[in-house]
């Protein structure tokens, strides 16, 4: 092997281990970019976890106080349907009462 022949042998193999020690760094960035993402994948999972967990306990209470406004206004509405036939049965009395007055009148 000639001088130059070496010198390029040597040169090549310097190259190379520089190009293995590069590609190191890159692989151990690129881990610890991977590790990084799982721990924002993790992160970002709890978060919506989080986020789900307290929309459904708001949904949850909002249905409950919806189902109580729902049972007052039915009853509400029963009390309004009873009212209005007391009313009528009021209505009905004043009349039998005033035909019974009329009636009371007309025979004296």
């Known amino acids: ?3 130059e022949q ?3 042998l040597i ?4 190259e190379l281990q520089a190009a293995q020690q590069e590609l190191r760094l890159v692989q151990q960035n690129q881990q610890l ?3 990084e993402l799982r721990e924002g994948q993790a992160m ?3 978060f919506f976890r989080e986020a789900l967990e307290r929309f459904d306990a708001r949904t949850r209470a909002i249905e409950r106080r919806t189902d109580a406004l729902e049972r007052r206004t039915e009853a509400l509405e029963r009390r309004t349907d009873e009212m209005a036939q007391e009313m009528r049965e009021m209505r009905q009395e004043i009349r039998d009462l005033r035909r019974d ?3 009371f009148l007309e025979r004296r």
Request: glycine share 0%.
């Open 11 to 14: 040169r090549a193999i310097q």
């Open 33 to 35: 970019l991977i590790q």
């Open 101 to 103: 007055f009329r009636d």
């Open 6 to 8: 070496e010198e390029w």
């Open 44 to 46: 970002l999972a709890q």
């Open 1 to 3: 092997m000639t001088p």
